[in-house]
């Protein structure tokens, strides 16, 4: 299994069309809530890491007769990253009304083809092994522990088709905003207090190893197959914002 180390430095592409961000109130708990974030939901561009797990994993020849969903797909970043690299059927879902709507407007903006759906990660509303590629971008770290992440990727795990792939994104045991913790809700899964960078407070995230996202990935049904660790360093601040990238296909045992 390949294990690289990056960078997630922005895209270069050009800026994509997309309606402003309106600052609601909460969806439903516990949610955490990104509108009116100027983090990932608000981005423009996706993930290179992203980018770099779905070319080592599906081959370009591979992606027009594909199907591609994009989970918790905040404003669309990926789902449009996923229909600009070739995939025939590309469906984007949140649980968020206000997030797919997004999402649909920046697919307009851009003309490309997105089947949108309101759906919470653990209710997809896609029949079983009929999608090649479920990617779950700045997601499952952020469900409220490892019950919800294990549902969650589990029902990633019933849509796709033998020798699909699900692609996701993991926050490092080592990780620095874990010591803006304000109460720990189950160990490795903790809500983030005052003084958390970039309007984090208050929202609920999941820090684990390599070994605890492997196992996470066993108990639903997955092999990891692909795992690179990524890495922002703010050497000022002393500060490491640090994610695992991982790619898992059905296990076989
Ligand atoms: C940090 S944003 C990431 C958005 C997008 N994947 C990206 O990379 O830009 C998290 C997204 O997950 C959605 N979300 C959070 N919990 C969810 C759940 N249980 N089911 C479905 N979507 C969820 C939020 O509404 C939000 O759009």
Not at 90 to 98: R, S
Request: hydrophobic share 45%; net charge neutral; glycine share 10%.
């Amino acid at each position: 299994m390949p294990v690289s180390s990056c960078s997630d430095a922005p895209m270069t592409a050009a800026p994509r069309a997309g309606a402003p961000i309106a600052e609601t109130p909460k969806a439903r708990d516990p949610l955490n809530n990104w509108r009116g974030q100027s983090g990932a939901v608000g981005r423009r561009w996706p993930s290179e890491a992203a980018l770099r797990a779905i070319s080592a994993l599906i081959p370009p020849a591979a992606r027009g007769g594909a199907a591609a969903l994009d989970a918790g797909c905040g404003s669309g970043r990926h789902a449009l990253a996923l229909a600009e690299l070739g995939f025939g059927r590309v469906i984007a879902t949140d649980a968020d009304p206000q997030m797919t709507e997004l999402a649909r407007a920046a697919a307009l903006g851009s003309g490309a083809t997105l089947e949108t759906h309101v759906a919470p990660l653990d209710q997809q509303p896609l029949p079983d092994g009929t999608i090649d590629l479920a990617l779950s971008w700045g997601t499952l770290f952020q469900l409220g522990g490892r019950a919800a992440a294990v549902a969650a990727l589990r029902e990633l795990r019933r849509i796709i088709r033998p020798g699909g792939v699900v692609i996701a994104d993991w926050r490092t045991d080592d990780d620095s905003l874990r010591t803006f913790a304000s109460d720990v809700v189950e160990p490795g899964t903790i809500r983030l207090g005052p003084g958390a960078p970039a309007g984090l407070a208050g929202m609920v995230y999941s820090f684990w190893s390599a070994d605890e996202v492997s196992a996470l990935c066993a108990a639903s049904g997955l092999t990891v197959v692909w795992l690179e660790r990524c890495e922002i360093r703010d050497v000022r601040k002393d500060r490491r914002f640090a994610w695992w990238v991982t790619g898992a296909r059905p296990s076989t045992s």
